[in-house]
């Protein structure tokens, strides 16, 4: 019944509002007259009782403003709005008038109503707004016109008649009959013309046939005439010809010869009966065979191959003349080389072919800027044997069209555009191979744009312990920092390969703060606004040592090549200094023993551009003992000799395949050593020569996974002149090779030592032999890879397999174990060695596959290894971390793991199976660490952090921030602290700023000086020093830094440690014009008294015034010396152009004592400036727990009272303060007044505002 009645309602309301009748219609109407009161915009030539639409909203006020136009509200309600609205109303969703709001607006019955922003007072917005319209009370009306149809004549120069309509149009849907009609014509009629008549061509059509296809001929082309009248015609011709065939036709040949007779193209002599006599070989004179020989003006017709012994016979060459002969093989360079001849008629030809190599570049393009509108050169030059001949230039991996832009081996850009920055690169390419640049960014500043950000960035500054901040306790302090990017400057000139001058971001202004400690301040320079300046470039130096990799032995003089050209030699203890240039972008580096003892080894060597210097500590192999073998006989020298393991595989020379320079075949006793880098051995890791790296034939560089690499030196017994081997085979076991897919794509490469890139040799295919093992009770069949190979030249062979499955490990290192973000270190070369496990034993690494390097920079350190989605335990690798030869300390991993200090979490932790080199050996070392390589599982939310990330992830890898998973190492001196005025980062050398206060007045030279302090006592002790302007005019008196340093103990003698604590040297400022004697105060924290003084050093201060007083026994005070004493004052002095450097070298002559010597172990005897002693204070009460044993009420009492004591005094206000290191003598000696109720009070009241 109730849904009846709903029914009869609804069908009430439709029908008294579809005739508008009855109620309803009475309210809507006097609703519409109380609205059009109020607010409407009305057309005054109306009048009557009209109808209104309903409301529209059809747009928001976001944008411009609000736009509620009529031609969009009649798109999305055609049928709800009449043609021509006699008014419009307008209120806002809130229901007030549009007139009420206070806002600007507009109207237009044409266009609607529309509100825009940016013309309202006062910043506001328009409001958001709904309109309506008032439609005439008329069931009738006209539509607008029509457009003017057509001319209807077509004729040229003819008149006509247009016409255009327009319709009546009924609004209710009632009889045509009942509705009246509209008033006025419903269509209109006007006179049209056409323009004169005129005739003109079409176009013109396709040539024709030439009339002779050579000796000159015609061809002709036509074209109509197109005309509306018989008397208009076209001007001009309707055909034109045109000349064709004009190469001259073939002629008889007037080749004239004086032997033989002209071939058939008429290019040469040919003599049927006469043979040329050729022979090909080698650089080492082997005989090439299977060669390609052809005429150098037919290349491609091969006409001759030579035999085994790299003979050819050629028919058909005269003798008269000299005929150009091209000979190709398969990893050799072709040549073109020309015929000789002899009176006698006898035409021969020798040729020696050299290996082909593939194309490597040496001229990179480098990194520009330029502004809008410029114009830059990128350049690009490699070289290879044949040269390569073709250049390709690519914009952000895009090939770039050679018609457009004209390149070859240099790429010119003109008239830059922004849409034009991005990464560009070239590639080369040769019949041996192609190789790709390394890729240059440009950046095109836009116009109008600031060529650097004026606003630092920010850059916290460590403070001293001692240094805590009121109100915020923080430790850090924000100094500003200017972003080293290159920048767009004022270039001389702009089309250079490298720009003559380099323009980056640098400090502009800075200004002088005061930092406040509590209980004493800091000065600090902060970095106000930066600009564009011109780059302070670093001396780029590359430094070190050359060990042999069994026992250290250093090669001693041993000889160093950069490329062919000798580029230093190698010190008694083996060390070496390397300036590198500055645009350099790959390094190879060949250290070669003249006693040849040692494997001449190139290896490629990572450079910070930064930091300046890197120190590598280079591993040798020292050779094999040669054995005796004949010539005249197969041989097979075994590759590998691990006790207990059977070779990885064998040479096998077969009998007569040795030979001399001249080619002559050797027969005799052959000197064989064949040195084999074993992979089963991790300690040959470091010595892996080159960086294990091939080209591919797109020019990409790959890694390697080797297998074992091994040197040969064959030598006549006589003489010791170098043999070379033909025909050698090469054998791997493949029982060695414990992932199977690697089997079919085992090759043999060999070792470009002037390029550092391996070059492949051969494939291997399958053989079968018996043979016996080592331990083994019979001799059993086993499975081989044979290759096969020809000892050309002395080169380092690899038996390596080109690997994918590729990552990438996220490592980081830090100044300490807190693991700041904002304490990360730069400059450190993390090294990464990829392990392969034995089966069964996933933590017992069976052999190491690859070795790879990378230098941290400001967002730590990417390394490329091999790891597996399948088996997380297929790769494992063995991470180590070296500043300036200092190994840095791994994060722990016992007795627990704890992914807050390992830095990944859990469960990827575990799967990964963390483990520090000390985990189940505390007596270890702590500098390594060692993971499973478990490629991440993009589907695993917790692998998709780091700390492995895919290969193709290396961006991510690159910008992960600083809360992803990563690896972390540690610099073991925890307790040592520097503090600059002036702020400098010693792994940057970009930072330096000129300042009267810069710590290192000249960036192109560091001097470091220390000072050693002994200290007896039982426990070693904090040392700090003060360093201030002594005597020049601009820094007397001010604070240039401070330095804290823990002493070390020496082990050797009881109770006694001491310190080398850097201090500020004397000499020129950066303004080289006159000289500062800093005042350094020495003083160590606790009970200590100074005792003695070093006498010369003493003498020294006195004979060198200014005196400083040295009234306190607590610490020392002196006027730093100008001149670079030894260790006979306690003084260390070193001068390098790296400032890590210098210090380094300072502090190992410290702990030495000794002007020349380096040590990492204290030795407190020696070399000592000033002596402290520092006895323990003495406990004359007993502690808590003890006077909780033996009283316990009273001592309960007793803390009572002191608590409400302590919370008397902080009422009011008569806290007291405890500091380490005071900036004041009456802060000292008040901290040493302190009562000892005092010193029980104060832990309290720091526990309580905790």
Same mark, same amino acid.
């Given at each position: 019944?109730?849904?009846?009645?709903?029914?009869?309602?609804?069908?009430?309301?439709?029908?008294?509002?579809?005739?508008?009748?009855?109620?309803?219609?009475?309210?809507?109407?006097?609703?519409?007259?109380?609205?059009?009161?109020?607010?409407?915009?009305?057309?005054?030539?109306?009048?009557?009782?009209? &109808?209104?639409?309903?409301?529209?909203?059809?747009?928001?006020?976001?944008?411009?403003?609000?736009?509620?136009?009529?031609?969009?509200?009649?798109?999305?309600?055609? &049928?709800?709005?009449?043609?021509?609205? *006699?008014?419009?109303?307008?209120?806002?969703?809130?229901?007030?008038?549009?007139?009420?709001?206070?806002?600007?607006?507009?109207?237009?019955?044409?266009?609607?109503?529309?509100? /825009?922003? #940016?013309?309202?007072?006062?910043?506001?917005?328009?409001?958001?707004?709904?309109?309506?319209?008032?439609?005439?009370?008329?069931?009738?009306?006209?539509?607008?016109?029509?457009?003017?149809?057509?001319?209807?004549?077509?004729?040229?120069?003819?008149?006509?008649?247009?016409?255009?309509?327009? !319709?009546?149009?009924?609004?209710?849907?009632?009889?045509?009959?009942?509705?009246?009609?509209?008033?006025?014509?419903?269509?209109?009629?006007?006179?049209?013309?056409?323009?004169?008549?005129?005739?003109?061509?079409?176009?013109?059509?396709?040539?024709?046939?030439?009339?002779?296809?050579?000796?000159?001929?015609?061809?002709?082309?036509?074209?109509?005439?197109?005309?509306?009248?018989?008397?208009?015609?076209?001007?001009? #011709?309707?055909?034109?010809?045109?000349?064709?065939?004009?190469?001259?036709?073939?002629?008889?040949?007037?080749?004239?010869?004086?032997?033989?007779?002209?071939? &058939?193209?008429?290019?040469?002599?040919?003599?049927?009966?006469?043979?040329?006599?050729?022979?090909?070989?080698?650089?080492?004179?082997?005989?090439?065979?299977?060669?390609?020989?052809?005429?150098?003006?037919?290349?491609?017709?091969?006409?001759?191959?030579?035999?085994?012994?790299?003979?050819?016979?050629?028919?058909?060459?005269?003798?008269?003349?000299?005929?150009?002969?091209?000979?190709?093989?398969?990893?050799?360079?072709?040549?073109?080389?020309?015929?000789?001849?002899?009176?006698?008629?006898?035409?021969?030809?020798?040729?020696?072919?050299?290996?082909?190599?593939?194309?490597?570049?040496? !001229?990179?393009?480098?990194?520009?800027?330029?502004?809008?509108?410029?114009?830059?050169?990128?350049?690009?030059?490699?070289?290879?044997?044949?040269?390569?001949?073709?250049?390709?230039?690519?914009?952000?991996?895009?090939?770039?069209? #050679?018609?457009?832009?004209?390149?070859?081996?240099?790429?010119?850009?003109?008239?830059?555009?922004?849409?034009?920055?991005?990464?560009?690169?070239?590639?080369?390419?040769?019949?041996?191979?192609?190789?790709?640049?390394?890729?240059?960014?440009?950046?095109?500043?836009?116009?109008?744009?600031?060529?650097?950000?004026?606003?630092?960035?920010?850059?916290?500054?460590?403070?001293?312990?001692?240094?805590?901040?009121?109100?915020?306790?923080?430790?850090?302090?924000?100094?500003?920092?200017?972003?080293?990017?290159?920048?767009?400057?004022?270039?001389?000139?702009?089309?250079?390969?490298?720009?003559?001058?380099?323009?980056?971001?640098?400090?502009?202004?800075?200004?002088?703060?005061?930092?406040?400690?509590?209980?004493?301040?800091?000065?600090?320079?902060?970095?106000?606004?930066?600009?564009?300046?011109?780059?302070?470039?670093?001396? *780029?130096?590359?430094?070190?040592?050359?060990?042999?990799?069994?026992?250290?032995?250093?090669?001693?003089?041993?000889?160093?090549?950069?490329?062919?050209?000798?580029?230093?030699?190698?010190?008694?203890?083996?060390?070496?200094?390397?300036?590198?240039?500055?645009?350099?972008?790959?390094?190879?580096?060949?250290?070669?023993?003249?006693?040849?003892?040692?494997?001449?080894?190139?290896?490629?060597?990572?450079?910070?551009?930064?930091?300046?210097?890197?120190?590598?500590?280079?591993?040798?192999?020292?050779?094999?003992?040669? /054995?005796?073998?004949?010539?005249?006989?197969?041989?097979?020298?075994?590759?590998?000799?691990?006790?207990?393991?059977?070779?990885?595989?064998?040479?096998?020379?077969?009998?007569?395949?040795?030979?001399?320079?001249?080619?002559?075949? %050797?027969?005799?006793?052959?000197?064989?050593?064949?040195?084999?880098?074993?992979?089963?051995?991790?300690?040959?890791?470091?010595?892996?020569?080159?960086?294990?790296?091939?080209?591919?034939?797109?020019?990409?560089?790959?890694?390697?996974?080797?297998?074992?690499?091994?040197?040969?030196?064959?030598?006549?017994?006589?003489?010791?002149?170098?043999?070379?081997?033909?025909?050698?085979?090469?054998?791997?076991?493949?029982?060695?090779?414990?992932?199977?897919?690697?089997?079919?794509?085992?090759?043999?490469?060999?070792?470009?030592?002037?390029?550092?890139?391996? &070059?492949?040799?051969?494939?291997?295919?399958?053989?079968?032999?018996?043979?016996?093992?080592?331990?083994?009770?019979?001799?059993?069949?086993?499975?081989?890879?044979?290759?096969?190979?020809?000892?050309?030249?002395?080169?380092?062979?690899?038996?390596?397999?080109?690997?994918?499955?590729?990552? %990438?490990?996220?490592?980081?290192?830090?100044?300490?174990?807190?693991?700041?973000?904002?304490?990360?270190?730069?400059?450190?070369?993390?090294?990464?060695?990829?392990?392969?496990?034995?089966?069964?034993?996933?933590?017992?690494? #069976?052999?190491?596959?690859?070795?790879?390097?990378?230098?941290?920079?400001?967002?730590?350190?990417?390394?490329?290894?091999?790891?597996?989605?399948?088996?997380?335990?297929?790769?494992?690798?063995?991470?180590?971390?070296?500043?300036?030869?200092?190994?840095?300390?791994?994060?722990?991993?016992?007795?627990?793991?704890?992914?807050?200090?390992?830095?990944?979490?859990?469960?990827? $932790?575990? !799967?990964?199976?963390?483990?520090?080199?000390?985990?189940?050996?505390?007596?270890?070392?702590?500098?390594?660490?060692?993971?499973?390589?478990? !490629?991440?599982?993009?589907?695993?939310?917790?692998?998709?952090?780091?700390?492995?990330?895919?290969?193709?992830?290396?961006?991510?890898?690159?910008?992960?921030?600083?809360?992803?998973?990563?690896?972390?190492?540690?610099?073991?001196?925890?307790?040592?602290?520097?503090?600059?005025?002036?702020?400098?980062?010693?792994?940057?050398?970009?930072?330096?700023?000129?300042?009267?206060?810069?710590?290192?007045?000249?960036?192109?030279?560091?001097?470091?000086?220390?000072?050693?302090?002994?200290?007896?006592?039982?426990?070693?002790?904090?040392?700090?020093?003060?360093?201030?302007?002594?005597?020049?005019?601009?820094?007397?008196?001010?604070?240039?830094?401070?330095?804290? /340093?823990?002493?070390?103990?020496?082990?050797?003698?009881?109770?006694?440690?001491?310190?080398?604590?850097?201090?500020?040297?004397?000499?020129?400022?950066?303004?080289?014009?006159?000289?500062?004697?800093?005042?350094?105060?020495?003083?160590?924290?606790?009970?200590?008294?100074?005792?003695?003084?070093?006498?010369? $050093?003493?003498?020294?201060?006195?004979?060198?015034?200014? *005196?400083?007083?040295?009234?306190?026994?607590?610490?020392?005070?002196?006027?730093?010396?100008?001149?670079?004493?030894?260790?006979?004052?306690?003084? %260390?002095? *070193?001068?390098?152009?790296?400032?890590?450097?210098?210090?380094?070298?300072?502090?190992?002559?410290?702990?030495?004592?000794?002007?020349?010597?380096?040590?990492?172990?204290?030795?407190?005897?020696?070399?000592?400036?000033?002596?402290?002693?520092?006895?323990?204070?003495?406990?004359?009460?007993?502690?808590?727990?003890?006077?909780?044993?033996?009283?316990?009420?009273?001592?309960?009492?007793?803390?009572?009272?002191?608590?409400?004591?302590?919370?008397?005094?902080?009422?009011?206000?008569?806290?007291?303060?405890?500091?380490?290191?005071?900036?004041?003598?009456?802060?000292?000696?008040?901290?040493?007044?302190?009562?000892?109720?005092?010193?029980?009070?104060?832990?309290?009241?720091?526990?309580?505002?905790?």
């Amino acid at each position: 019944m109730l849904e009846l009645i709903k029914v009869v309602l609804l069908l009430s309301v439709l029908v008294s509002t579809a005739l508008g009748q009855g109620p309803v219609r009475t309210r809507s109407q006097s609703d519409r007259s109380r609205r059009v009161a109020l607010n409407t915009f009305t057309d005054t030539q109306t009048t009557g009782v009209t &109808e209104w639409t309903s409301w529209f909203n059809i747009d928001h006020p976001g944008g411009n403003g609000d736009y509620e136009r009529l031609e969009a509200i009649r798109f999305y309600y055609r &049928e709800r709005v009449c043609a021509r609205p *006699v008014a419009m109303e307008a209120r806002t969703t809130d229901w007030v008038a549009a007139a009420d709001t206070g806002e600007v607006f507009h109207s237009s019955l044409e266009k609607g109503f529309w509100c /825009i922003n #940016r013309e309202q007072p006062q910043g506001r917005i328009c409001s958001n707004y709904h309109v309506r319209f008032q439609c005439p009370p008329v069931q009738s009306y006209w539509t607008d016109w029509s457009e003017w149809g057509h001319c209807s004549t077509t004729v040229c120069n003819d008149v006509g008649i247009q016409v255009r309509s327009r !319709k009546c149009v009924n609004t209710q849907p009632m009889p045509l009959l009942l509705v009246p009609a509209c008033l006025g014509h419903h269509s209109e009629r006007r006179e049209c013309s056409n323009p004169p008549c005129a005739a003109k061509w079409g176009p013109w059509g396709r040539w024709g046939t030439c009339s002779a296809t050579c000796g000159g001929g015609r061809r002709i082309r036509r074209r109509n005439c197109e005309r509306p009248s018989e008397s208009v015609h076209c001007t001009g #011709r309707p055909a034109e010809i045109q000349k064709c065939g004009k190469s001259p036709c073939p002629a008889k040949c007037q080749l004239v010869c004086t032997e033989g007779r002209p071939s &058939e193209d008429c290019s040469r002599c040919t003599c049927d009966d006469h043979v040329l006599h050729g022979e090909v070989r080698s650089v080492t004179g082997v005989p090439v065979a299977e060669a390609w020989v052809a005429l150098d003006s037919q290349p491609k017709v091969i006409r001759a191959l030579t035999d085994a012994k790299g003979q050819f016979r050629l028919t058909g060459i005269c003798s008269s003349s000299s005929t150009l002969i091209s000979i190709r093989k398969e990893k050799f360079a072709p040549i073109s080389i020309p015929t000789s001849s002899n009176s006698t008629g006898l035409s021969w030809v020798r040729a020696v072919l050299k290996s082909a190599e593939k194309p490597y570049i040496v !001229k990179h393009p480098e990194d520009k800027v330029r502004y809008e509108g410029g114009r830059v050169m990128f350049c690009c030059k490699a070289t290879g044997s044949p040269t390569p001949d073709k250049y390709y230039w690519y914009h952000n991996g895009t090939l770039m069209d #050679r018609k457009v832009f004209k390149y070859e081996e240099d790429l010119v850009l003109w008239n830059l555009k922004p849409e034009q920055s991005g990464y560009y690169f070239c590639k080369t390419s040769s019949s041996a191979g192609s190789i790709k640049s390394s890729p240059a960014l440009l950046t095109v500043i836009a116009k109008g744009k600031p060529a650097c950000n004026s606003t630092p960035e920010t850059h916290l500054i460590r403070l001293p312990m001692d240094c805590v901040q009121p109100g915020t306790d923080s430790m850090h302090y924000n100094a500003g920092r200017c972003p080293y990017n290159k920048c767009a400057g004022s270039l001389d000139f702009d089309m250079r390969c490298r720009d003559d001058t380099g323009f980056c971001c640098g400090v502009q202004n800075t200004e002088s703060r005061i930092i406040d400690c509590g209980s004493y301040s800091l000065p600090i320079r902060a970095v106000t606004h930066c600009s564009c300046q011109k780059c302070l470039q670093p001396t *780029v130096l590359v430094r070190g040592r050359v060990v042999t990799a069994d026992n250290d032995e250093p090669l001693r003089f041993g000889h160093i090549y950069i490329g062919k050209e000798r580029a230093g030699t190698t010190g008694y203890q083996g060390g070496f200094t390397l300036q590198i240039p500055p645009d350099t972008q790959r390094l190879v580096v060949n250290f070669v023993d003249p006693t040849e003892k040692f494997l001449d080894t190139p290896k490629v060597f990572i450079l910070d551009k930064k930091g300046g210097s890197i120190y590598h500590n280079v591993k040798v192999m020292r050779k094999k003992t040669p /054995i005796d073998i004949n010539a005249g006989e197969t041989n097979s020298i075994d590759l590998g000799e691990i006790e207990g393991e059977d070779p990885i595989g064998q040479l096998v020379i077969p009998p007569n395949s040795f030979h001399k320079d001249n080619g002559e075949i %050797y027969e005799g006793t052959v000197k064989a050593s064949v040195t084999f880098i074993d992979p089963r051995n991790i300690t040959t890791a470091a010595a892996a020569p080159g960086d294990l790296n091939f080209v591919d034939g797109e020019g990409d560089m790959l890694p390697l996974r080797t297998y074992g690499m091994f040197s040969v030196d064959f030598r006549d017994e006589t003489n010791k002149e170098v043999l070379g081997a033909g025909a050698v085979q090469v054998l791997l076991d493949t029982q060695h090779v414990k992932m199977p897919e690697h089997i079919p794509k085992m090759k043999l490469w060999s070792l470009n030592p002037d390029t550092g890139v391996w &070059e492949e040799e051969s494939d291997f295919s399958y053989t079968r032999t018996t043979a016996g093992g080592h331990g083994r009770s019979k001799r059993e069949e086993r499975t081989f890879l044979i290759g096969n190979m020809e000892i050309r030249e002395r080169r380092l062979f690899n038996l390596d397999v080109p690997e994918n499955r590729r990552c %990438y490990v996220k490592v980081r290192a830090y100044m300490s174990d807190k693991f700041l973000s904002s304490e990360q270190l730069e400059g450190v070369v993390i090294s990464l060695i990829n392990l392969e496990p034995k089966p069964g034993y996933s933590s017992n690494p #069976r052999a190491w596959g690859r070795f790879d390097s990378v230098i941290t920079g400001s967002n730590g350190a990417c390394l490329p290894a091999f790891c597996d989605a399948q088996r997380p335990d297929a790769y494992t690798a063995y991470v180590t971390a070296m500043m300036g030869g200092e190994e840095l300390e791994a994060a722990p991993s016992s007795p627990k793991m704890n992914p807050n200090i390992i830095g990944v979490s859990q469960p990827y $932790l575990d !799967k990964i199976d963390y483990q520090r080199s000390d985990h189940d050996d505390p007596a270890l070392k702590k500098t390594a660490f060692k993971i499973n390589l478990a !490629k991440p599982n993009q589907n695993n939310f917790d692998e998709t952090n780091g700390p492995i990330y895919p290969y193709q992830n290396l961006l991510s890898c690159e910008n992960a921030p600083t809360d992803a998973n990563h690896f972390r190492f540690f610099r073991v001196e925890k307790d040592k602290y520097e503090y600059n005025v002036v702020p400098f980062e010693e792994n940057d050398l970009t930072t330096w700023m000129g300042d009267y206060l810069s710590w290192w007045p000249n960036p192109q030279e560091f001097r470091a000086c220390f000072i050693k302090v002994k200290i007896i006592g039982q426990k070693e002790v904090m040392v700090r020093s003060r360093n201030l302007g002594g005597t020049h005019r601009e820094t007397k008196g001010k604070l240039y830094g401070i330095r804290d /340093i823990r002493s070390t103990r020496d082990m050797r003698e009881a109770n006694t440690s001491a310190a080398c604590l850097e201090f500020k040297c004397s000499g020129m400022l950066f303004d080289q014009a006159e000289v500062d004697r800093s005042i350094i105060s020495v003083l160590p924290q606790g009970n200590c008294r100074r005792t003695s003084t070093n006498s010369l $050093l003493q003498e020294y201060l006195i004979k060198h015034p200014p *005196v400083a007083q040295n009234n306190e026994s607590h610490g020392f005070t002196m006027l730093a010396p100008v001149d670079p004493l030894g260790h006979n004052y306690g003084i %260390y002095t *070193v001068t390098d152009q790296n400032p890590r450097v210098a210090k380094e070298i300072a502090i190992g002559r410290c702990f030495e004592g000794t002007s020349d010597g380096f040590s990492r172990e204290m030795k407190t005897d020696s070399g000592v400036a000033l002596t402290f002693s520092c006895p323990e204070r003495k406990i004359n009460r007993e502690s808590l727990f003890q006077r909780l044993q033996t009283n316990p009420a009273q001592t309960l009492s007793q803390m009572a009272r002191s608590m409400r004591e302590s919370d008397g005094m902080e009422v009011q206000g008569l806290s007291t303060r405890v500091v380490a290191y005071p900036s004041e003598q009456q802060g000292r000696t008040q901290s040493r007044r302190v009562t000892s109720t005092t010193r029980r009070r104060v832990p309290m009241r720091t526990q309580q505002r905790q």
